[in-house]
């Protein structure tokens, strides 16, 4: 059986990334994420981490259940 991966274009990952942002900020709030982005020059990654690394194992895992259970998975994937 062989996997393939499907990768996403830099046009698609930015007009979908743009759509995301603005469905959740509107098109301000949007352009105000990314300028701060820009500006604070952040570390998305270094960030999230910071914020995860904050979680006890089992509130994180509470969350992770919490949040599973208001967002079933309908995706169509194959599960590997």
């Given at each position: 059986m062989?996997y393939?991966t499907?990768?996403?274009?830099?046009?698609?990952?930015?007009?979908?990334?743009?759509?995301?942002?603005t469905?959740?900020?509107?098109?301000?709030?949007?352009e105000e994420?990314i300028?701060?982005?820009?500006r604070?020059?952040l570390?998305?990654?270094?960030w999230?981490?910071a914020?995860?690394d904050?979680?006890?194992p089992?509130?994180?895992?509470?969350?992770?259940v919490a949040y599973?259970k208001e967002h079933?998975?309908i995706?169509?994937?194959?599960?590997?």
């Amino acid at each position: 059986m062989e996997y393939t991966t499907n990768r996403i274009n830099t046009f698609e990952l930015a007009a979908e990334g743009m759509d995301c942002l603005t469905t959740h900020f509107g098109i301000i709030g949007a352009e105000e994420f990314i300028a701060m982005v820009l500006r604070e020059k952040l570390d998305y990654t270094k960030w999230r981490a910071a914020y995860y690394d904050a979680f006890a194992p089992d509130e994180f895992h509470q969350k992770a259940v919490a949040y599973a259970k208001e967002h079933p998975y309908i995706g169509t994937a194959e599960r590997l």
